[in-house]
């Protein structure tokens, strides 16, 4: 008898490869039970900072740490079979300089097993793509708007309205994948201007919020499925309402355990009969 064929996870030459050829999907991913559900339908799994706000309640993703995305990270490679796994650098682990983005870099690869990281930035950070590229660390990079520069850019607000925006947010598409991003995330942006970075890219651009002019899309599995109530983003489709059904759930549960209905005999362990 054969052994079973192990699968392998897409690499990131197989993600750059879709470029015009497929669109790519992607889903965020922050637990072992939700990749395992997420992972045969998606080609990218992407464990994002945005665990802070949906996973711990934070107002940002400003507040998230390198070990929290380390733990997350590990979570998901357990449930993550075939598709290739990204883990976001959080705020911090890489703006001080190339040096100590390329650290924490390695650390999230070599703790988790993950296939490449993400950082913010765009031409401000070419430098520092380049450095990791170089040496050995893929770089999903990400531009327009970012969450973690919130504080000092006005909220979170669509982009690309104004022709200094827009110009803004094609050079720092240009300059990443000149340093040699694999691909890039491009958020909350207008449409033409999405277009015309994803036509002008030989790398491919995974929208969030920049329409379906991109080469694939992603989304936050908690928006997507429903779990998430605190604000639902315009970009957003809700393919579940889980949370009103977690809800009820709990109420149904609470309603038998109070009424003495639950447990039942079924769910009861009797002692054995002793042999006669």
Sequence with gaps: ???????????????????????????TAYTTPMARMLDPHCDLLLVGDSLGMVLYGMETTVSVTLDMMIAHGQ???????????IVDMPFGSYQESKEQAYRNAVRILQETGCDGIKLEGGAEMAETIHFLSTRGVPVLAHVGLMPQ??????GFRALGHSDEEATKI?????AVAQAGAFAVVIEGTVEPVAREISQSLAIPTIGIGASAACDGQVLVCDDMLGLFDAF??????RYAELGALV???????ARD?????????????????KPD
């Design 149 to 154: 520069m919130v504080n000092t850019s006005g």
């Design 257 to 273: 355990v109070r009424e003495g209905s639950f447990p039942a005999e079924e769910h009861t362990f009797q002692p054995r009969r």
């Design 232 to 237: 639902k983003p315009r970009f957003v489709k």
């Design 247 to 253: 809800s009820q759930s709990a109420a149904d549960y």
């Design 75 to 85: 979570a998901v490679m357990r449930g993550a079979a075939q598709a290739c796994v």
């Design 170 to 174: 094609a050079a720092d598409a240009a």
């Design 1 to 27: 008898m054969s052994a079973p064929t192990k699968v392998r996870r897409k690499t990131i030459t197989a993600i750059r490869a879709m470029k015009g050829q497929q669109k790519i999907v992607s889903l």
